[in-house]
């Protein structure tokens, strides 16, 4: 297993212990690729983490993108030995899938969409469209992500989208700021540009 998959399944499950402790019910997601899901030590590495930090069932969230998961019997495999574990399951970048493929999948926690797709043309929009209603139709969250400005979250809710993501609400934030956020603590806005990912910054999704 690479060294930053390894590094990376117990921080997040260290990082959802925690937030979990400080009286949060919203799940730390974490973003894998195919690769890193079908890797041979995986489910073992992602067992031991869950165990070691006891993390809530619930409260982690693996989030895999669609493309992975076409066509790729051994993945979806994954993903339920994940869900029986008590690991949420998110679908990114959901945009080509068939009913075929949700019903391979288990239970979902949400799939998320990117509402940048839906801007040039009105047939990219009518397609997006497309997409929620499809998952939807499934009975499953729709995340509308890449939210960056009070236009993005109008056409978001315009979709029909609820969930929503993106600098329109927050800036990217580690876990202790997330918290302070909870609590009512200001977080101060990011200096000098774009705030740079860190091993202990996780995607947190924000029901509103």
Request: net charge negative; aromatic share 4%; proline share 5%.
């Amino acid at each position: 297993m690479p060294e930053i998959t390894a590094f990376v399944i117990p921080e997040a499950c260290r990082t959802a212990a925690a937030v979990a402790a400080a009286g949060s019910t919203i799940p730390v997601s974490l973003n894998l690729s195919a690769e890193q899901i079908l890797d041979r030590d995986f489910m073992r590495v992602l067992t031991s983490a869950l165990l070691e930090y006891g993390v809530p069932i619930g409260q982690l969230a693996l989030e895999v993108p669609e493309h992975a998961l076409i066509g790729n019997a051994s993945a979806i495999g994954v993903l339920h030995d994940a869900s029986r574990l008590g690991v949420r399951i998110i679908v990114d970048d959901f945009w080509a899938s068939t009913s075929e493929l949700l019903g391979q999948l288990p239970p979902l926690y949400a799939v998320k969409v990117d509402v940048s797709h839906g801007s040039g043309s009105a047939r990219a929009e009518q397609e997006l469209r497309r997409v929620v209603v499809a998952a939807r139709e499934a009975t499953v969250d729709v995340i509308a992500k890449r939210v960056e400005t009070e236009a993005d979250r109008a056409f978001a809710a315009s979709l029909g989208c609820e969930l929503m993501q993106g600098n329109e609400f927050s800036r990217p934030v580690t876990a202790e700021e997330f918290v302070a956020m909870r609590d009512g603590v200001q977080v101060s806005p990011p200096t000098g540009g774009a705030v740079q990912d860190s091993p202990s910054t996780w995607d947190i999704d924000r029901r509103h």
